[in-house]
């Protein structure tokens, strides 16, 4: 091999390597989705999603990425932003379970898709209330419900306040996770944040947290969590996720706790808890939920594809199995579901779905853990 | 070629094979943890400019909340040292003196654990020794009731590092063991030892080099470890894995996180040049 040439592939040998482990160029037709979200989700884009509109849409295939949780997805929209200010192809089609307010400044840049504008046919379905920016696409929800097993509890309490009563008249029967690790317990303590605030969810916005705005109403919410703190599991103990508090329901250490709807629909159908396991929604007001959406690189090699795929998203046949399959809120109105579905979940399908700023959560929740938590006594 | 040029030859010829693996730790390590320590001591000033402070080291060691997580992280890592030393000691003298079935069947048993991965091994012992676990059912079985669950307590993390750090503790000592000669073994036998005496006199003095090393190594492992403390452990006090990932991730403060890592690093340097020392010096005993 010439000396030159050597160099030129070797060049290209390096170029590649530098490109990362998964040397992949924007196939026209392949689309790159990458999610934020558990396997629970990427099994139902395989088995849903993916089916469907691939065999509406022939030529075009989905290729389904786990995007490794929060700082894996931070890192992929940092490469979108980076090729958008290159003016390249990013190679990411579609993050799911991302919001378009990072990397900061990218949502006002046009980085990515305002699905508004984008010409969806299905768009006019998608539910007011769930919509937190026109450029995130809102598909599936879920919510912060009361688990318990209703051979142990016969009433469930439908107030905060008659969960706080029951939590103290049947002590070590209650357990909320780590507000860290689990997002259940983090609603729970911000749903009793509400409760010593008045039940003002306005109270608190994604741009308005200040220590000094934020010290009084916290401090209101300590004695209520340390008050309830010696009737909780084991005189006081939180567990370490969503999963684990499942876990002690599961096993019969506890007879109620707080759980995502999905995760808690999902267990029941799948037999992990016993038969007499129940869901319920606090009917005062009722605990934080969210909604996960997708997002589009307004730069996205195959966007117009991508678009397609999220006008599919929000059709009401994905939607069905939105709520059948996967346990969750569909991110359309409930109007444009099946006629079955709709008679079903009448009763907890929420007029809205309050939501807690992330902004705020840092704060509270190192201070939960350094004024709650640092009370155990053993 | 004279025997000086020979050597520088194959002096070169060394040096460029380690020069990967040096250049990958420089690069991919050494870099990175000297700018996240250079950053705890030197911050940007308002303006431009950079100004050095000692103040998040002072918060730390001021903080009681900080305080006690150190505190809890070097209670962890001496119990579970002391008790996995406990533990595994026997099991490998048995071995180095027992041939024959039960003797593999309990070596296959000791080593099963380094190809269960951590998270499963959590979520096992949650099921197992947990609130109502399978343990609990047994011991009440044969009418025990008092059972008080070691998950979420101090002692849940500890029985999950025994159960991790369990192999290559018991290696390494095995190791140490077949350096011990039989015949310096039989040579104190016919001169009328005991057992304890041989156990205290020959074996031990031949093993300190290689509990050296498990601890040096197992306190590196145990001091940082995030997994199982976060799973089996209580809230509060966190040991300092949780606490650093709890800080970055969570709290988002990387100041405070690296400064709590910089501490880590300094405390489990300490291990590591015992670690270092010990095998260095080693061959020049050797030599003797």
């Known amino acids: 091999m010439l000396r030159r040439d050597f160099l030129k592939y070797s060049a290209a040998g390096a170029g590649l390597l530098l490109a990362g482990p998964r040397v992949a160029f924007a196939a026209p037709g392949v689309l790159d989705i990458f999610f934020n979200s558990d396997t629970n989700v990427i099994d139902f884009w395989t088995q849903v999603v993916k089916p469907g509109f691939e065999a509406a849409n022939s030529g075009v295939s989905l290729n389904l990425v786990p995007g490794g949780g929060g700082s894996g997805i931070n890192t992929l929209a940092d490469r979108a932003y980076a090729a958008f200010q290159a003016k390249k192809d990013p190679q990411v089609d579609m993050l799911e379970a991302a919001t378009p307010f990072y990397p900061a400044g990218s949502l006002e840049a046009g980085l990515w898709v305002d699905f508004a504008k984008a010409g969806l046919g299905n768009y006019e379905k998608v539910n007011p209330v769930v919509v937190q920016s026109p450029a995130l696409l809102p598909y599936?929800?879920?919510?912060?419900?009361?688990?318990?097993?209703?051979?142990?509890?016969?009433?469930?309490?439908?107030?905060?306040?008659?969960?706080?009563?029951?939590?103290?008249?049947?002590?070590?029967?209650?357990?909320?996770?780590?507000?860290?690790?689990?997002?259940?317990?983090?609603?729970?303590?911000?749903?009793?944040?509400?409760?010593?605030?008045?039940?003002?969810?306005?109270?608190?916005?994604?741009?308005?947290?200040?220590?000094?705005?934020?010290?009084?109403?916290?401090?209101?919410?300590?004695?209520?969590?340390?008050?309830?703190?010696?009737?909780?599991f084991n005189g006081g103990e939180y567990t370490s996720g969503n999963t684990a508090s499942i876990q002690l329901l599961a096993s019969g250490a506890v007879a109620m706790t707080v759980a995502w709807s999905d995760m808690a629909l999902q267990a029941m159908s799948q037999g992990v808890v016993p038969d007499t396991t129940a869901v319920a929604q606090l009917q005062d007001l009722a605990f934080t939920g969210g909604f996960s959406g997708v997002i589009v690189p307004s730069v996205a090699g195959n966007r117009d594809i991508a678009l397609k795929l999220s006008d599919y998203l929000i059709s009401p046949e994905v939607q069905n199995h939105v709520v059948t399959d996967l346990g969750g809120f569909p991110g359309i109105k409930w109007e444009f579901l099946s006629k079955e579905l709709q008679e079903k979940f009448a009763k907890v399908a929420p007029k809205s779905i309050p939501i807690f700023p992330s902004t705020w959560e840092p704060s509270l929740f190192e201070a939960w853990y350094r004024n709650v938590a640092s009370d155990l006594k053993r | 070629m004279s025997a000086t040029a020979m050597s520088l030859r194959n002096g070169w010829r060394g040096l460029a094979f380690i020069a990967i693996p040096v250049m990958a730790i420089t690069i991919f390590l050494f870099y990175p943890a000297a700018l996240s320590i250079i950053g705890t001591l030197v911050h940007p000033k308002?303006?431009?400019?950079?100004?050095?402070?000692?103040?998040?080291?002072?918060?730390?060691?001021?903080?009681?909340?900080?305080?006690?997580?150190?505190?809890?992280?070097?209670?962890?890592?001496?119990?579970?040292?002391?008790?996995?030393?406990?533990?595994?000691?026997?099991?490998?003298?048995?071995?180095?003196?027992?041939?024959?079935?039960?003797?593999?069947?309990?070596?296959?048993?000791?080593?099963?654990?380094?190809?269960?991965?951590?998270?499963?091994?959590?979520?096992?012992?949650?099921?197992?020794?947990?609130?109502?676990?399978?343990?609990?059912?047994?011991?009440?079985?044969?009418?025990?009731?008092?059972?008080?669950?070691?998950?979420?307590?101090?002692?849940?993390?500890?029985?999950?590092?025994?159960?991790?750090?369990?192999?290559?503790?018991?290696?390494?000592?095995?190791?140490?063991?077949?350096?011990?000669?039989?015949?310096?073994?039989?040579?104190?036998?016919?001169?009328?030892?005991?057992?304890?005496?041989?156990?205290?006199?020959?074996?031990?003095?031949?093993?300190?080099?290689?509990?050296?090393?498990?601890?040096?190594?197992?306190?590196l492992g145990i001091f940082g470890q995030a997994l199982m403390p976060f799973m089996l452990g209580p809230t509060n006090p966190e040991m300092m894995g949780p606490f650093m990932l709890r800080t970055f991730s969570s709290v988002r403060d990387p100041l405070q996180a690296s400064t709590q890592a910089t501490i880590t690093f300094l405390i489990c340097s300490l291990a590591g040049v015992a670690y270092v020392r010990s095998i260095a010096r080693r061959p020049q005993e050797d030599r003797k």
């Not at chain 1, 039940?199 to 010290?215: G, I, R, S, V």
């Not at chain 2, 303006?47 to 002072?58: A, R």
């Not at chain 2, 979520?123 to 008080?148: C, D, E, K």
């Open chain 1, 140 to 232: 599936r929800g879920s919510q912060v419900v009361l688990m318990y097993n209703s051979a142990v509890v016969k009433e469930v309490p439908t107030t905060f306040a008659g969960l706080v009563e029951w939590i103290k008249a049947n002590p070590g029967q209650f357990a909320y996770s780590r507000p860290d690790l689990g997002d259940s317990g983090a609603c729970f303590i911000e749903r009793a944040l509400q409760e010593v605030t008045g039940q003002k969810p306005e109270l608190f916005l994604p741009d308005n947290y200040t220590d000094d705005y934020a010290k009084p109403m916290f401090e209101k919410l300590w004695p209520l969590l340390k008050d309830i703190q010696p009737a909780l």
């Open chain 2, 46 to 219: 308002d303006g431009g400019g950079y100004t050095f402070s000692l103040q998040s080291y002072v918060f730390f060691f001021t903080d009681g909340y900080s305080l006690a997580n150190l505190a809890r992280t070097l209670w962890t890592t001496v119990v579970t040292l002391i008790l996995l030393i406990a533990v595994t000691l026997p099991i490998a003298l048995y071995m180095r003196f027992t041939k024959g079935p039960l003797a593999t069947v309990i070596q296959a048993l000791a080593l099963f654990p380094m190809f269960v991965p951590g998270i499963i091994i959590c979520y096992a012992l949650i099921r197992y020794m947990g609130p109502n676990g399978w343990l609990q059912s047994l011991l009440s079985l044969v009418g025990f009731h008092h059972y008080a669950s070691p998950h979420l307590t101090p002692w849940g993390p500890v029985i999950g590092l025994m159960w991790d750090g369990m192999p290559l503790t018991l290696l390494i000592l095995i190791s140490g063991l077949s350096n011990i000669s039989n015949a310096s073994i039989e040579a104190a036998r016919d001169v009328g030892a005991g057992r304890l005496r041989i156990l205290v006199s020959i074996i031990t003095p031949e093993i300190t080099h290689s509990l050296l090393i498990v601890s040096a190594l197992n306190f």
